[in-house]
């Protein structure tokens, strides 16, 4: 539950850092172009580090843990804009994996079940 409580503070966090600004929430559809775009940097960091295409040396260095803390925080701003309860949607979405999911892969240990 501690787990769950964080999410949501961090949603809160977010408000709160966003609502101090006239401009406040941008429409969903700017959101997801800047989802998108964080995204493409994300890609872009995988590639570099994980597949064939090397930086060039006058690129900046930058991680795929930032580029992955960017696309979560673009997430909770949008979540926060739609009115999205994110631990909400992560309790249910695990629920599912569970029961869908819970004998479709080989199991580390097949004698242990989770929940």
């Known amino acids: 539950m501690e787990k769950i409580e964080k999410l949501t503070q961090m949603q809160k966090e977010v408000d709160d850092y966003?609502?101090?600004?006239?401009?406040?929430?941008f429409s969903p559809l700017a959101q997801m172009a800047r989802l998108t775009e964080e995204?493409?940097?994300?890609?872009?960091?995988?590639?570099h580090y994980y597949g064939e295409k090397p930086k060039k040396l006058t690129e900046k260095p930058k991680t795929v843990e930032e580029e992955?803390?960017?696309?979560?925080?673009?997430?909770?701003?949008?979540a926060n804009s739609l009115d999205?309860?994110?631990?909400?949607?992560?309790?249910d979405n695990m629920k599912k994996f569970?029961?869908?999911?819970?004998?479709?892969?080989e199991r580390v240990d097949e004698g242990k079940s989770i929940k």
Do not use: P, T
């Not at 992955?68 to 949008?78: A, E, P, W």
């Not at 999205?84 to 309790?91: C, N, S, T």
């Open 18 to 25: 966003i609502q101090q600004f006239k401009a406040g929430y």
């Open 98 to 105: 569970y029961a869908r999911d819970s004998h479709r892969f």
């Open 68 to 78: 992955l803390g960017d696309v979560f925080v673009v997430l909770l701003i949008m």
């Open 84 to 91: 999205i309860d994110l631990a909400k949607v992560f309790e």
């Open 39 to 47: 995204m493409g940097e994300l890609a872009r960091e995988i590639n």
